[in-house]
């Protein structure tokens, strides 16, 4: 007996009269293809709509058009196809399939998820279909009733099957004649991963044949245990996720459009990549996660620590092949994260690697610069001191972003976004007078304290409130206060070099003093003296 498939679930529930299901899976393309099917089959066109892109129609093959790139409210677009009549001319005509792509965050305000209801309730003539493209978590639970969910497991043989002949068309190389060894060898790999693993072998081997089955389980092995220099990570944040920010939020959305295949048609160059640099816990990796989620693009990390980590005089060859595979699986995004650490890391050790270090920073730094694949290099860096002055040059980055500390401002939106990713409704806390109090706090403190608070009140046995919050932030240290000196001097390289990040201002650090300040790390850390058992310094 054969499973049914994804698709199969999606179409019976259909037939059967739904008009809203939820597709739960971290995999977008699996879901746009599960779209695209569901259009073909009911002879529908299919809309997609994303915060980040508004509103777009989608053709049998895929690509994508923008319709109405002002239309980022989902309420506005699901009122559109509910209604079906001139107010929204892409419904104009009746009958759509409409796909709202991460659509998670907004489940939880009630405008959409009353217009979720009513598109429950539309009538089927004319036939609409609205697809909610979720990661999987439970659905709020009025909705939970009346949307049926269909679970997209890891693809299956026949989906392996067709991630490897693309690959195979893409790269121009031969097939085995008899697959099954290589898709049993990718098996437990998403589409991503499938990509990167037969991406790999391609660009190693030269052809798909039956050879390339041992690389494919390598390149497995080395996918789940993300040790290699290169892997796929899960894009799964989206632009709502992060809490100020503003201004790189916004050159990242106008060169969106930029990186697509027709701006290349146009003669506009793809955006080559930008440099992250600033506080640690600033929300530098969690941008780079939603580059690749809102340009709708592979996210492949680049470890150039781990082109160390093998044989001797393997590495320049390890990075060379590294980048070959980004540009293979290109359009892609490729996150260099903490990059200082990578490119300093040999040099420092004392061991005597004959030049290495310097030989693979060059490569990566002549790739960044001659590179014609769109690959958009996202690096992110805390430290400036021990950055290769090479990399900061003009036609490396397009632009290097400071993230500084979060205005008051910032911080509430930030607050705001933890309170409500944990179910709790920010209207309910005194938002103003909890940013007033976390001065000098990252965005992954602020997170930190209301973990903390929510782990207080839960112990308490009472609904967590400002109290709480308020508490976890006083027994915290600001990582800020301790490295006061070096942020000043990040601030002043970065006003020279860098664009600032977010919107506003900076704020000038809460006054020191009021004893040794201890991190919290080091609280935790049991074998460091308590505070004010011996003249510690900072
Ligand atoms: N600006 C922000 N908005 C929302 N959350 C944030 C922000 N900055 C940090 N965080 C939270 O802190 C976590 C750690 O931040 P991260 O991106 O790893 O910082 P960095 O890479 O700059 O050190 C994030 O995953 C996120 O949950
Ligand atoms: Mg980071």
Not at 1 to 8: A, I, L
Not at 178 to 202: C, N, S
Not at 458 to 478: K, Q
Request: aromatic share 4%; hydrophobic share 45%; with cysteine.
């Amino acid at each position: 007996m054969t499973r049914e498939s994804p698709y199969d679930r999606l179409l019976t529930r259909v037939r059967a009269g739904a008009t809203v299901v939820n597709l739960a899976s971290h995999e977008w393309q699996r879901v746009r293809g599960l779209a695209l099917g569901l259009a073909r089959d009911l002879g529908l066109p299919l809309r997609a709509w994303s915060q980040s892109a508004g509103l777009c129609a989608l053709d049998e093959r895929g690509r994508v058009e923008v319709l109405d790139e002002a239309a980022t409210d989902p309420v506005e677009v699901l009122r559109g196809i509910v209604a079906a009549g001139p107010e929204m001319p892409a419904f104009a005509e009746g009958g759509a399939v409409l796909l709202m792509e991460d659509v998670h965050p907004f489940l939880d305000h009630h405008p959409v998820v009353r217009w979720v209801r009513e598109a429950c309730h539309v009538a089927q003539e004319p036939r609409r279909v609205v697809l909610l493209a979720t990661l999987g978590g439970p659905l709020p639970a009025d909705l939970a009733k009346e949307v049926p969910t269909v679970e997209i497991p890891l693809p299956g043989p026949d989906d392996l099957r067709r991630v490897l002949r693309a690959v195979a068309a893409e790269q121009g190389v031969g097939l085995a004649a008899d697959d099954e060894p290589l898709i049993d060898a990718a098996r437990g790999l998403t589409v991503m991963e499938a990509r990167l693993a037969f991406g790999a072998a391609a660009v190693r081997l030269g052809h798909l044949g039956l050879a390339a089955v041992p690389e494919v389980a390598a390149e497995k092995k080395h996918v789940i245990r993300r040790q290699r220099a290169l892997s796929f990570e899960e894009a799964d944040a989206t632009l709502d996720d992060v809490g100020g920010l503003e201004r790189v939020k916004r050159w990242l959305s106008v060169r969106r459009l930029a990186f697509g295949a027709d701006a290349r048609a146009y003669g506009v160059e793809a955006p080559r990549g930008i440099l992250l640099l600033g506080v640690p816990g600033g929300g530098k990796s969690l941008l780079a996660r939603v580059v690749a989620r809102s340009w709708r693009l592979p996210l492949l990390r680049f470890d150039p620590g781990a082109v160390f980590a093998g044989i001797v005089g393997e590495s320049e060859q390890n990075v060379r092949e590294a980048l070959r595979v980004a540009e293979a699986l290109a359009p892609c995004v490729l996150w260099i994260d903490e990059i200082e650490k990578g490119l300093s890391g040999v040099g420092s050790s004392g061991q005597t690697d004959g030049g290495t270090a310097a030989r693979v920073v060059g490569t990566l730094l002549s790739w960044m610069q001659d590179r014609t694949a769109p690959v958009f290099v996202v690096a992110t860096a805390n430290r400036i001191d021990m950055l290769p002055p090479e990399l900061l040059r003009k036609g490396r980055f397009d632009e290097i972003f400071f993230v500084d500390l979060p205005t008051a401002a910032e911080r509430r939106q930030i607050l705001a976004i933890h309170l409500r990713r944990r179910g709790r409704d920010p209207a309910d806390f005194d938002l103003e007078g909890l940013a007033a109090a976390t001065a000098g706090f990252t965005g992954a403190e602020l997170e930190q304290a209301v973990r903390e608070a929510l782990v207080d009140a839960f112990a308490e046995g009472v609904e967590v409130a400002d109290a709480h919050i308020l508490a976890s932030a006083r027994a915290t240290w600001p990582l800020s206060r301790t490295m006061g000196d070096q942020l000043d001097a990040l601030r002043r390289w970065a006003r020279a070099r860098a664009r600032m990040a977010g919107a506003g201002e900076p704020e000038a650090l809460p006054a020191r003093g009021g004893g040794v300040p201890v991190l919290r790390q080091e609280a935790a850390n049991p074998f460091i003296p308590q505070a004010g058992s011996a003249g510690r310094e900072a």
